[in-house]
Structures are given as structure tokens and as C-alpha cells.
């Protein structure tokens, strides 16, 4: 099975020019654009990298479209943000971003407002969260981790991203549900809180299922329950976190793609109609299953209200959690 660092490794080429001409003058890509930068503000080798480059795959092999992938990490996805923020407006520059979107500018002041200088064109992919322990652990389910951290004030450890990631903010509105005290442990990227996992140098993990798949798979850790609202399709025989009494508390890592705020109306939907078109066919489909994305193709007013809404439900649980701004 391909995992992402591998596909990555073997699609190290950034521009995609496959030329094929669209089926049918009449189709949204009748008149092929210039080549279409798509910014990635995180470091290469993530679920966002190899989103970008598996959308712009598909599409360029199918409709002849030209794709430059440029990762610009930094400030937790913000540097990224705000070039393509500052970026012409004519469809040419796009953003592929997640939570931390609308999770920073709730967190410190920023050099932009990710609200009205982007617009939101589709979400792509939602990623199930999951909350994990190592096979060799006595715990079997949420609730005895729970029990225990009561039991052991401020002894039993969660590692995530972070600190101020989506996760992290997570991981305070669950202890805050539950009444426990639990110590963050926060790791610069999901490779070394896995292995902090795997090593049992902590005693649980909390973040994308995409990063624990394998493991999992492998029996080498053990998952106690996913963030996601209701039980997700990729994990039917795993509960959520609701399901173990915390219905207020839930986390699925979605990812998006965005444009400069003033992109004409037009664009915006010749935009919306590639990626989402992408996202729904069948081979793109499976590619994204098999690294625990589950597709969407979720565009337009849709998307932009449920941007707008987890900007308002960060805002809400951060004040909450009395969770500190930078």
C-alpha cells in the first residue's frame, strides 16, 4: 500500500502539464487557463502536500490544466496564507488549507483576515480524528483513559500537534468536559508525537487517523475513539468521543481549497467546478480513501457558510476553555 511520504517521494515534480484537451468545447475547461499555482503552507511530505498533488494529478491528466505546487511553511500555515491573500486575483494563485485557517486568527492577531481576503472555493477532504494509546497499553477504552487521568491528577499525557493547534484546542474542551487533568505534550509534526506514541513516552495521541492508519493496521497501536460527530465510514467499528458521554466535544480535520478575496464570482465557480469534479471521480476517490481522506467536494455558499461557522465555534470553545492567546 502507498503511504503519503512515499507517493510524495515519487512525484517529487511540482508542475503538472499533461496535455489532454477537454472532451467537449462547452466543458469548464474548453479554454485551458494558464498554469494554476497551488501554495501549501505547510512543509512537504503532509496530508496537504499530497492533496494538492493528487487534485492536480487528476485534473491535469483528464483536462489538460497546469498545476505548480509551491510549499511555503511557516507561522503554522500563515506565511502561505497570507502570499496567496496578497495574490492577483484571476484564479491563477489558490491556497489548500485546513483548521488552522480559521483556528489562528482566533489565536494572535494576523497580517490578514482569512474571513474576507480569501474566499473559500471547496473543501476537498474531511480527515476523522483519532484518539489513540499503544497496543501494550491496559486501556481499552476513552473512558478508563479517563478514570485514570482522574485518578493520576496531571500524570497521564496526550501528544498532538501544537501548542494552538486544532487538536490541542480539542484536547482542552475534552478535559474541560471530563473534569481531568491531563498533560499536553505538544510535537512540531504528527511524526514524532506517533512515535513518542509508539515508543510509549506518552500515553495517548490525538490527531488525524491519515497519520495513525497504518500503525493501527498493524496492531502496533490501539484506537480508542475518533473526534468526528457521529461514527465516520471509515472507522464504523471504532466510537466517538461523543458516544462516551461528551457530545459537545468533537474534531474532524477538514481540508480546503481557497482563492484571493476579490476573485470574480465567475472564476470562483469555474474553480469550483474543476475541484469538485475531481474529488468525485471514482479513481480520485479511492486514491484518497486509501489514506484516510474521505472525499467531499463540498463548493461554494456551502463551503463558505461552514468556513464562517468554525471560525464562530473556535471562537466560542477557545473562551470557553479559557485556552491562552499568543
Known amino acids: 500500500m502507498v503511504t503519503i511520504k512515499t507517493w510524495v517521494r515519487r512525484h517529487t515534480v511540482a508542475i503538472f502539464a499533461i496535455a489532454v484537451v477537454a472532451a467537449t468545447s462547452g466543458s469548464a475547461w474548453s479554454q485551458t487557463p494558464k498554469t494554476?499555482?497551488?501554495?501549501?503552507?505547510?512543509?512537504?511530505?503532509?496530508?496537504?502536500?499530497?492533496?494538492?498533488?493528487?487534485?492536480?494529478d487528476e485534473i491535469g491528466r483528464k483536462h489538460?490544466?497546469?498545476?505548480?505546487?509551491e510549499t511555503r511553511p511557516g507561522a503554522a500555515g500563515d506565511i502561505g496564507s497570507e502570499a496567496v491573500s496578497r495574490a492577483a486575483a484571476d484564479g491563477e494563485t489558490l491556497l489548500i488549507n485546513a483548521n488552522p485557517l480559521v483556528v489562528n486568527a482566533n489565536l494572535r492577531k494576523l497580517n490578514f483576515d482569512p474571513l474576507t481576503d480569501l474566499v473559500p472555493i471547496c473543501q476537498l477532504v474531511r480527515a476523522p480524528t483519532a484518539l489513540a494509546v499503544s497496543a501494550a497499553s491496559s486501556y481499552r477504552t476513552l473512558g478508563e483513559l479517563l478514570d485514570s487521568a482522574r485518578l493520576q491528577p496531571g500524570s497521564l499525557t496526550l501528544a498532538s500537534i501544537g501548542p494552538g493547534s486544532a487538536t490541542h484546542i480539542a484536547f482542552e474542551a475534552l478535559k474541560r468536559a471530563a473534569k481531568v487533568d491531563m498533560t499536553f505534550v505538544p510535537y512540531a509534526g504528527t511524526a514524532p508525537a506517533v512515535s513518542a506514541l509508539l515508543g510509549e513516552h506518552v500515553t495517548s495521541y490525538l490527531g488525524n487517523y491519515a497519520d495513525v492508519r497504518e500503525q493501527a493496521a498493524a496492531g502496533k497501536l490501539r484506537l480508542l475513539a475518533t473526534g468526528s460527530a457521529t461514527r465516520t465510514e471509515l472507522l464504523?467499528?471504532?466510537?466517538?468521543?461523543?458516544?462516551?458521554?461528551?457530545?459537545?466535544?468533537?474534531?474532524?480535520?477538514?481540508?480546503g481549497v481557497f482563492a484571493p478575496g476579490?476573485?470574480?464570482?465567475?472564476?470562483?465557480?469555474?474553480?469550483?467546478?474543476?475541484?469538485s469534479t475531481a474529488v468525485r471521480s471514482a479513481d480520485l476517490k479511492s486514491r484518497l480513501v486509501l489514506q484516510g481522506l474521505y472525499p467531499t467536494g463540498i463548493c461554494g455558499a456551502e463551503f463558505r457558510n461552514f468556513v464562517r461557522s468554525q471560525y464562530e465555534d473556535y471562537r466560542r470553545i477557545i473562551r470557553e476553555t479559557n485556552f491562552p492567546a499568543e
Open 64 to 69: 489538460g490544466q497546469a498545476f505548480l505546487i
Open 236 to 255: 464504523p467499528d471504532v466510537p466517538t468521543i461523543a458516544e462516551a458521554g461528551f457530545p459537545s466535544v468533537h474534531i474532524e480535520v477538514w481540508f
Open 36 to 56: 494554476i499555482k497551488i501554495v501549501v503552507p505547510n512543509p512537504p511530505g503532509g496530508v496537504s502536500d499530497l492533496l494538492a498533488r493528487l487534485v492536480a
Open 262 to 275: 476579490k476573485t470574480p464570482d465567475e472564476t470562483q465557480a469555474r474553480l469550483a467546478t474543476m475541484l
